[in-house]
């Protein structure tokens, strides 16, 4: 398919451009143009378009805003050594879409056309790359229905858009180890439900409960299992790796009420090549509690695309507080760290064919 190209008309001014770079956060800054791809029943995808970031202009009877047909994809493309731009298993997010659209009842995007809607925009937008350490253009592709109708069935149209959000780094407090509550009152997927697809509406349902973590002094929220209340599941936003003092270690399956990150199936082949014994099984909250006081495990790594990997420090749940080995980044979490920027930026040789070149 085609891409009609409409350069900005007034693009954010160099110098304006090159001051929020040097501080662009998370979320809050965007280049200046998006993608934009239209979907009709009958008619399939049409009018590709790379141009001006621009507000949308959408009947109030929009499908989206009353039963939140809508999902999205994350990713960052990075700044290489050689000053090229290249992006980690895009291919990956491509597919996972895919699956998200047919959980959701929206049409399926071709592979070939996610990507290359990426390429557009980064090409577009490759000024837009942050001057901060550790810095990354982060890329947000969504599809939402657009068509203006209120019955309740799947609606005969959708818009796919792509974002770019210059982006710094994720947690604002630059801690070394995040602070987690285990949410007592609220779960985030059901068996059934929707856990595995990237979609808006798994977001607002955490919000409470990741607004509840904060109110107690935590960073994050993480949710049990939502039969038992038992089961170790994720982070609003990030999957979970526990470590222990034998080698061993373990993440909770994909059950279908888990997001399956990116991040985390990369982990557990960087895990296995470094020796370690990575199972996927279901950990519970009352063992990591008992495990952890014990020293049995000895660290604890969030994982996702937005914050790489990230140490947690401490956990409340629901029978008091415990402290994850030190406290602090554990070795294992920090080399894994290391390992996959290092690949995601070329310093470290990419051995499994994840990095995309596409300049
Ligand atoms: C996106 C996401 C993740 C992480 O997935 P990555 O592909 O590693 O970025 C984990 N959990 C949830 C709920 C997510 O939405």
Known sequence: MDFSSIPHPAPVPGETRQQALADPGFGTLFSDHMVSIDWEEGKGWHNATVGP???????????????AQEIFEGLKAYKQADGGIALFRPEE???RFNASADR?????????????????LVKADRDWFPSVDGGS???RPFMFASEAFLGVRPAKKYKFLVIASPAGNYFKSGAPAVSIWVSRNYTRAAPGGTG???CGGNYAASLVPQAE??????DQVVFLDAVEKKWIEELGGMNLFFVFDDGSVVTPPLTGTIL??????????????????????PYSIDQWRADATRGDLVETMACGTAAVVTPVGKVEGPDGAFTIGTGGPGQITSKLRERLVGIQRSEIADTHGWVMRID
Request: a negative charge.
């Open 260 to 281: 399956p990150g990116i991040t985390r199936d990369s982990l557990i082949q960087l895990l296995r090549e470094e020796g370690l014994q990575v199972r996927e099984e």
């Open 104 to 120: 959701l009842a929206m049409p399926n995007l071709p592979e070939e056309l996610f990507l290359e809607s990426i390429r557009q």
């Open 53 to 67: 970031r621009e507000p949308l202009s959408l009947d109030p009877a929009t499908a989206v805003f009353h039963y």
């Open 93 to 95: 997010n491509a597919r």
């Open 137 to 139: 253009l982060y890329l």
């Open 196 to 198: 595995a697809a990237k």
């Open 213 to 218: 973590a904060i109110a107690k002094g935590h």
